[in-house]
Structures are given as C-alpha cells and as structure tokens.
C-alpha cells in the first residue's frame, strides 16, 4: 500500500512540474493550431500566448559526436515542439537556427524564412555534424553574424527582444564564460539547456542571470520535451520572466523502475516530506 502511494505521489509531482499554472482549465478551443504537424501533448494543453510576439530567436545545436543518432532526433523534436507555439513571421517572431560541432554551421539565418512551415521543412532536413564540441565558436558566430541586420535581426532601436536557446550534452573544448558575457552585456537573453553529464558550472557561465529561470538540466534527450511548457511560458509571457520555477540544481528519481524523471530541488523535497508524512 505505502508503495503505491509513494508511486502516485510522485507521479503527480511530475504532472505539477510539467504543466504550467491554470494549463488544467484550458479549453481545447484554446489551443495554439498545430498548422498540419502533430503537437506534443505538453504543448496541445497550452494557450496561444505567442501570437504577436516580436523577437529575434536563435537556437544554438550541440551537433557533436557525442550526440547519437536518436538523441539528435529529439532535439530536432524538441525545437519542433517550441516553433508550435511561435507566431513566425519576418514582422513577428524570426528564427535562426546553428548547429556545430568542431566548426558551426548555419543552417538558416533570421531572414531566411517568412512561414513556419519552412523552418519545420529546414529543421527536418538537418543532419548531425557528428565532430566536436566548440560551445564557445557558436556563441561568438551568434554574436558576429546570427545577430546582425545582415543577417536579419531588427536594429537594436526597435527594442526587438534577442534570444539565444542553447542545447548541450557535454564540456566545451573551447572557452565560453567571456564571449556569453559579451552576448549578455548587448543584450541577448541566453536561455542554456544542458542533458546529461554537462558541467552545472559551465552552464552557469552561459546562461543569463537568475540562473533558476535560465539554466536548465536534464538527464537525457529523452526528457528534453518535459521542458516545452516551461519555454512556452517563459517565450510568450514575458522574455525572461519568472512563470515557471526549475531549480538549476535539478534531481533525478525513477518511478516504478521504468523512467527518470526531472523535476526541481524544491518539489521534489517538498513531495518527499508529503510521503513521510504518509508513511508515519
């Protein structure tokens, strides 16, 4: 009996940290169109708070060797997930994409495309660089080039807001605390996604300030997709705002043996004091 209340409790711990405030009274009417791709169960229960967003956005891809074959499937899953909720448009949300490995490869820029559905087509076709892992290269080519008017980003007197979302699973080869603090300082809000064996630290030294609404940890690609509803909050409330609280010091448990599950520091201490109680 104790057992399978441990298991329930923790189960419901999970659906706590996984749906946003008030996703439970959403109305199907609600959603945000999928537009002829089928949505993530995560994003089909939230609303369309995207619509009419401004900002220049710029995902950043760990394409090292490191990254298998079906890991790097998830993460285009994943980036597919979040385009669901963005309103794309070259007078709305635009989206550039870079992957890299020992060199970064631009796969398309924030004047590349003016339709969604051509940047779901260009996520699609990507293919795994499958070399190293120079973190630091990539920020820089964002800083450089992905973030110029040549290249598509609004000018800096449109008060546009720049965002970076980096997806990582290992060290860097290179150094990356100074060119993200040079990002920072012009004003790129750096959103940093780490699975896996990633070193906290560096993560930190990527990700913008507090670090509980910009770091992130999972265990592996598998679990990158409980992160959608967090983004949708954080993208379409108010860039770098506090709508959903993920510790950056994440922890990691299995239900039932048969998966780990992410969750924050402080649910999850929070959940085991309910089960003592239960257990007494």
Aim: with cysteine; proline share 4%; glycine share 6%.
């Amino acid at each position: 009996m104790e057992k399978m209340l441990v298991g329930c409790l923790l189960m419901l711990g999970q659906l706590l940290l996984v749906l946003p405030v008030g996703a439970r009274e959403r109305r199907p009417q609600d959603r945000f169109p999928s537009r002829g791709r089928r949505m993530h169960p995560q994003t089909a229960l939230l609303e369309s708070s995207c619509e009419n967003k401004r900002a220049d956005l710029v995902f950043i891809i760990d394409s090292s060797r490191s990254v298998n074959t079906h890991d790097y499937a998830k993460v285009k899953e994943f980036i597919l997930d979040i385009l669901q909720f963005l309103d794309i448009g070259p007078d709305i949300t635009r989206v550039g994409l870079l992957q890299y490995g020992s060199t970064v490869k631009n796969e398309f820029s924030l004047k590349t495309f003016k339709r969604k559905s051509d940047v779901e087509r260009a996520v699609k076709r990507m293919r795994h660089l499958s070399t190293g892992t120079m973190t630091g290269l990539a920020i820089q080519y964002a800083l450089n080039i992905a973030f110029s008017e040549a290249e598509g980003a609004r000018p800096l007197r449109e008060n546009v807001p720049r965002v970076i979302m980096i997806v990582t699973d290992g060290r860097p080869q290179d150094s990356v605390a100074e060119v993200a603090s040079k990002a920072r300082n012009t004003g790129i809000l750096i959103f940093a996604i780490g699975v896996g064996q990633v070193d906290l630290n560096t993560l930190k030294a990527i990700g913008s300030e507090p670090h509980k609404d910009h770091v992130f940890l999972v265990a592996n690609f598998s679990q990158i997709e409980s992160l959608t509803s967090v983004f949708q909050n954080k993208l379409c409330s108010k860039y770098g705002a506090s709508v959903v609280h993920l510790s950056s010091r994440p922890s990691f448990c299995a239900v039932h043996g048969q998966r780990e599950m992410h969750r924050s520091l402080e649910d999850y201490t929070y959940i085991k004091h309910i089960i003592t109680q239960v257990q007494k």
